[in-house]
């Protein structure tokens, strides 16, 4: 049962551009990509990247990343 975090869903591993593995994820709520002015819709598939943010409050964050700045290839997928 997943926790509650709300604003997303883990789809499942899905390939970079380069070619490395990544996990996506899907919109539960509309989010704002951290390349580009672009809203990610409800329901649309987004990766996120890590960024290198102070580590001293002991936390990583990672901003949303729209599949238009980086598109993914989502295995399992079928349709598309
Ligand atoms: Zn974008």
């Given at each position: 049962?997943?926790?509650g975090r709300g604003k997303s869903l883990v789809l499942g591993a899905a390939l970079q551009p380069d070619g490395m593995r990544t996990?996506?994820?899907?919109a539960l709520e509309a989010l704002m990509c951290e390349e580009c002015p672009a809203?990610?819709?409800?329901?649309?598939?987004?990766?996120r990247r890590s960024?290198?943010?102070r580590v001293a409050m002991?936390?990583?964050s990672?901003?949303?990343v729209c599949a238009t700045c980086?598109?993914?290839r989502v295995e399992g997928a079928t349709d598309g």
């Open positions: 049962m997943p926790a996990t996506a994820y899907r809203e990610i819709a409800v329901g649309h598939v987004f990766s960024r290198h943010v002991g936390y990583l990672s901003a949303p980086w598109p993914l």
